[in-house]
């Protein structure tokens, strides 16, 4: 294995991570949004008012989404384990 083989390893690692997580990410980021204006409108500063819409959206995107990214998980170990052989 080269130099360039684990840098493209990485890359995909790493490409691979943010695919799986970004989509969760956006969730709560738009849902903590929302929350924040309707508090900043409504002046109600409680901390669980925002923390609890936040897990259950976060919560029910991860159940909603789970095939596809236990799908694309399975991909990318069955391709990195498949490759094992022409990366030594």
């Given at each position: 294995m080269?130099a ?6 990485g890359q995909?690692?790493a490409?691979?991570?943010l ?6 990410m956006l969730?709560?980021l ?9 508090q900043?409108?409504?002046q109600?500063?409680?901390?669980t ?6 897990l ?7 159940v ?8 694309r998980l399975?991909?990318?170990s ?8 022409n990366?030594?």
């Open positions: 080269n360039q083989d684990a840098v493209d390893l995909r690692a490409t691979i991570a695919m799986l997580g970004g989509p969760v969730v709560a738009v849902v903590g949004l929302v929350i924040g204006l309707l900043a409108m409504t109600v500063q409680e901390q008012v925002s923390f609890v819409p936040k259950v959206a976060v919560v029910a995107a991860i909603l989404m789970l095939p596809w990214l236990l799908d399975v991909e990318y069955h391709d990195l384990i498949a490759n094992i052989p990366t030594l």
